[in-house]
């Protein structure tokens, strides 16, 4: 298992993004010197079929986000739908609406309040890899 960490401005506002906009549960929160929460880590799912996130407090020091796509797959006893419509109906602005990719991905995107790129995705159809190949080639 992978679980990163991400830096985040406001650990108490990324904590109710995840929980409340994502439906990610918090697994714990730590203080800092100052009272301020510093630490977080939310997840969703059990198991293997578990995703982590971490949230880090940390100075403000340019974009962050850039150059990474966090894939989190969303545990299979969700509805990849369901889930979708839910956080749709939360007023979560949306980078990419839902679609089946050509690799047998439903997926949809959006941005976390930090600017963390997120594929909120569910495997729902074995892919043949020749055809993969194909699309990423350009021929299909």
Known sequence: MIAPILAVEDVDRSLAFYTKQLAFRQDFCLEGADGQSAFAFVSMGE???RAAIGLSRQPLEGPRGQGVVFM????????????YEAVRSRGVPLEEEIKTQYWGDRSFSLRDPDGYYLSLSQTVAETDMDHVRSVMRGES
């Open 72 to 83: 989190v797959y969303i545990p299979k006893a969700m509805e990849i739908d369901r889930y």
């Open 47 to 49: 198991g293997a079929d």
